[in-house]
């Protein structure tokens, strides 16, 4: 598996965690989640795994019932996306393609259950979210979907104070 195509850019707090991604990321399935910070259409929450180990998520809600998140712990850093009207990626990879005003960045997601894929990312890309206007993002042969990246800026800072304190404790 491969980190979503890294590009040049700025360090970030989050950076230290990319370099040490794990292959699925944290179990998050059955989180006990808290929101702490709204942003636009961006909320940032902490949250336990399914094995009690803490994780941090910046998410926003899409069409259908779906999420687009960034995932981080102290492990590594993703992106989740997950649609209810998808059943068809249990046991299997897709393609992944986030293009973030004009810039496209991509990769293998793997799958976590039926309806919802995982990829690790790279720092270019936290930084495009952080500085972009607009995303698209594409799963698969899956329609892609439109994101608004108000907001982001903020959720990005509050998702790596996260990720820092997760660090101290």
């Known amino acids: 598996m491969g980190i979503l195509n890294i590009r040049h850019g700025r360090k970030l707090f989050l950076a230290s965690a990319v370099a040490l991604?794990?292959?699925?990321?944290?179990?998050?399935?059955?989180?006990?989640?808290?929101?702490?910070?709204?942003?636009?259409?961006?909320?940032?929450?902490?949250?336990?795994?399914?094995?009690?180990?803490?994780?941090?998520?910046?998410?926003?809600?899409m069409r259908d019932g779906g999420t687009f998140s960034v995932i981080a712990d102290t492990s590594g850093v993703w992106v989740r996306a997950t649609d209810p009207q998808w059943h068809s990626y249990a046991g299997q990879n897709a393609d992944l393609d986030v293009d973030v005003d004009g810039h496209d960045f991509s990769g293998v997601a793997h799958?976590?259950?039926?309806?919802?894929?995982?990829?690790?990312?790279?720092?270019?890309?936290?930084?495009?979210?952080?500085?972009?206007?607009?995303?698209?993002?594409?799963?698969?042969?899956?329609?892609?979907?439109n994101l608004d990246l108000t907001g982001t800026a903020d959720a990005t800072f509050a998702l790596s104070r996260c990720v820092n304190a997760l660090q101290n404790a």
Not at 22 to 38: C, K
Not at 112 to 134: R, S
């Open 111 to 145: 799958a976590d259950g039926t309806d919802t894929v995982v990829a690790p990312i790279g720092t270019a890309l936290i930084e495009a979210l952080e500085d972009g206007e607009q995303a698209e993002l594409t799963v698969g042969t899956e329609e892609p979907w």
């Open 21 to 61: 991604l794990a292959v699925a990321g944290p179990a998050i399935g059955h989180a006990d989640e808290t929101d702490f910070a709204s942003y636009g259409d961006w909320t940032t929450s902490v949250a336990d795994d399914s094995s009690g180990n803490a994780f941090c998520t910046m998410h926003t809600s």
